[in-house]
């Protein structure tokens, strides 16, 4: 390889989302170079040849699918869907466009560093010198839309300001660096010998003449309803407050209790109750309820839900289809209709359209 080993490629029209991956990879001890639409990431690759190359599947112009195949007709990058696109379908489309991975937003920094390290472990021949520029006449790019001002703060301006505050672990990759001259041991010197102690003859002590001690007297008996006792100051005992939502997730009370309004669910006797009186639910609407608690008022997708009923965590390790999504429905429509909770009006369980489900205001 030429000197290109440690240059990463990010394709990304979402500036927040390319600021925060441009700053895992440069911590990573990459040089990035970005792009802010496919026909400018297609030759960013061809004239930088990356040794990996970060993708978005919705931009203008050439979407992500398109660029990841036409990216493999000359080069051997290590790829990354980096997408909001969690489906099956999509999942399924990417890897056969020629990714090597596939990550969805929002996505953790640590995961990122991880998931490309695993990459780098699977060695991978590529062309030692990139390519030259294209003849074949691009498309025009298309004209940049006008910025819109987030109402607040996106998930990938928080991680990345986050980052630059030093809250990140040390990257996990780092550049060679040159070997190191080994320090040759300082020669052993053997010490010295301490001179030989002469016994002195012991002098008898001097005769010490010591004045009588005096001990005053023993004092008298006291009753012990007579004697005073010393009070031991014991700190107030603090009040047990149950766990409240405040605005976020649950917090565990006393005794493993998880508490909001007048709903309590008990994680380790697998209990329920809503006013002071029992609920039965099944496995799946235990675990659902469980995690809803766990996470508050953060909005839950469908195909979240899904994994947490199979026990699993990476949408992109198990697949997810229309089906698994039809049960969480039905296991959340049961779970509401045994807790007393209506839709219109929720107490507990609050529907996002199109998204999912998430804990109801307090």
Known sequence: MVG?????VIIE??????DLIEIVLTQSGFHTVVAENGVAGVEAVRTHNPLITTLDVNMPGMDGF????????????YLIFITSLGDEIDVVQGFEAGADDYLVKPFRPRELRARADSMLRRPRARQDAPAGPSHAAAPPAPEPAAPVQPPEESWAAKAARELKAGLSPAPFLQPVQAPQPVQQPAPQVAPQQPAPVVPQAPQPPAPVHEAPVHQPPAPAYQPAALAPQQAVSQPPA??????VAQ???????EGGWLRFNDLALNAETRVVSV???SVDLTRAEFDLLASLLGTGRRVRSKADLVLTMRGQQYVTSYFVNEADKRAVETNIASLRRKLGDDGATPRFIETVRGVGYRLAEV
Request: aromatic residues 6%.
């Open 4 to 8: 290109n080993e440690w240059t990463a």
């Open 13 to 18: 029209d979402d500036p927040d989302v390319r």
């Open 66 to 77: 398109a660029v990841a195949k036409r990216l493999r007709d000359f080069s051997s990058t």
């Open 238 to 243: 603090q009040p047990v407050l149950p766990a």
């Open 247 to 253: 605005g976020g997730a649950v917090a565990p009370g």
């Open 275 to 277: 006013g002071g009186g």
